[in-house]
């Protein structure tokens, strides 16, 4: 159980374009989702967090008009890096909670995105 | 602010061995310890979870131990198979739940 998919897994394309990415909770409502940044052998950075229904709280340092988080159901999230440049190249990871303490959070299997 | 630190970054072991892998964190003020597995180019795989009241959790062959009052976490892998290789995160979260992550320990069973 728990699963949480996320597409596309692959994206390339050329400087200035918007990306959209998409985050689902399969069998569970996810009331939060986080979003993560990975550059080459570092840790996973936080975003933004989101919870379903209200604006993403934002991490110091990520820019709310660049990426854009929508949440609008209790198995949808997604992510979209406005006019994305080279600098945005990165590995995007979603994750995905339900309501309780405890809970754990449950991945999904990323995004490559690379723009030219 | 909440620093982690895995060591090694890398470690190549050959298969039956165990594994010891180490994380640090620097406030100790933790809600809970996670490890994760990550495949390379891949999302990440829950392994195991501390609440902070705990000490330690085993799964199978994994076992992690906490000790929050010296911000130390320890997972052991027993008897290693090349299906082990991969990267293990460890992450803390505080009250809210956002986690911090270490850098990961890579690791490489050789057959």
């Known amino acids: 159980g728990a699963v949480v998919s996320q597409h596309p897994s692959r994206v390339i394309c050329k400087s200035g374009t918007s990306v959209k990415i998409e985050c689902r909770s399969l069998?569970?409502?996810?009331?939060?989702m986080f979003w993560y940044r990975q550059f080459p052998k570092q840790s996973l950075m936080l975003m933004a967090t989101?919870?379903?229904?209200?604006?993403?709280?934002?991490e110091q340092g990520v820019e709310k008009d660049k990426f854009l988080i929508n949440h609008a159901s209790l198995t949808l999230s997604t992510l979209t890096v406005t006019s994305a440049h080279p600098e945005d190249s990165s590995f995007y990871i979603c994750?995905?909670?339900?309501?309780?303490?405890?809970?754990?959070?449950?991945f999904g299997d990323g995004t490559r995105l690379s723009i030219l | 602010k909440q620093e982690v630190t895995q060591i090694p970054a890398a470690l190549s072991v050959p298969e039956g061995e165990n594994l010891v892998l180490n994380c640090s964190f620097t406030d100790s003020a933790i809600y809970n310890l996670q490890w994760f597995r990550q495949d390379h180019g891949k999302g990440l795989t829950s392994l195991l979870l501390i609440q902070s009241s705990q000490r330690e959790q085993t799964s199978g062959r994994l076992n992690a131990s906490l000790d929050k009052s010296s911000g130390r976490s320890t997972l052991y892998i027993a008897a290693s198979q090349p299906g082990d290789s991969a990267t293990y995160l460890c992450a803390v979260g505080p009250n809210d739940y956002k986690l911090s992550f270490g850098a990961g320990t890579t690791v490489t069973v050789r057959a």
């Open positions: 069998d569970f409502q996810a009331t939060t």
């Open positions: 989101s919870n379903e229904g209200s604006k993403a709280t934002y």
């Open positions: 994750s995905a909670t339900h309501t309780g303490s405890n809970q754990p959070q449950h």
